[in-house]
Nanobody, 119 residues
């Protein structure tokens, strides 16, 4: 199973950016998914999560109103639309997925994608 994030890069403060996370491999189903991030010198923190159907989402306070999490369940792709970015959003953004496999339900992490907001 692989989780591959894309869409990161360097942006200016106030800009928008959309991240993607594609799940591939031998899976029965991808259940809840989430984005975490880890800024320089900081601990990893939850950004947003979404359930299997996309009907329920949760956001960290800093993400509320600026970020939108969504998914394309048939294609097993997770998205994070980010707007009004600021320097505090500079971090490695990491995808997390709870995946149903033959061996059972397991959490899988992606490698992460760098987002740098230039002020």
């Amino acid at each position: 199973v692989q989780l591959v994030e894309s869409g990161g890069g360097d942006v200016q403060a106030g800009d928008s950016l959309t991240l993607s996370c594609a799940v591939s491999g031998d899976v029965f189903a991808v259940r809840d998914m989430a984005w975490h991030r880890q800024g320089p010198g900081k601990e990893r923190e939850l950004v947003a999560s979404i359930n299997y159907s996309g009907s329920r989402t949760t956001y960290a306070d800093f993400a509320n109103g600026r970020f939108t999490i969504s998914r394309d369940s048939p294609k097993n792709i997770l998205f994070l639309q980010m707007s009004s970015l600021n320097a505090e959003d500079t971090a490695v953004y990491i995808c997390l997925a709870a995946i149903d496999r033959a061996v059972g339900m397991l959490d899988h992490w992606g490698q992460g994608v760098q987002v740098t907001v230039l002020s």
